[in-house]
């Protein structure tokens, strides 16, 4: 053979992923952190639901308590009015 000469093939690379042996305690920990994570995420969107019921509780009460204040405005309480004292008089001899 002569050394001047060539190689001219092609290397021709797969289209199809190589799929190795995956670490099965690596698979195990991904597992464990996405579960980890979805209940975090569950357990978060229960306390903005608890917040957003306290919120709107607090915002309902604020607002009758407006309510029953502009009521008092436009129709003030009734007053009864007392009897006039009357004076007490003395007779003074002079």
Known sequence: MD??????????????PATGVKNPKRVAAGKAI????R???????????EADAIRANDQ???AQEEARKAEEV???PVKTRRP????????HKL
């Open 84 to 91: 006039k004292r009357q004076l007490r008089r003395f007779n």
């Open 34 to 37: 996405a579960e980890k994570r």
């Open 60 to 62: 309902l009460r604020k």
């Open 39 to 49: 209940k975090a995420r569950e357990e978060q969107e229960k306390k903005i639901a």
């Open 74 to 76: 436009v129709a003030p």
């Open 3 to 16: 050394t001047t000469q060539q190689d001219t093939t092609q290397q021709v690379t797969s289209t199809a």
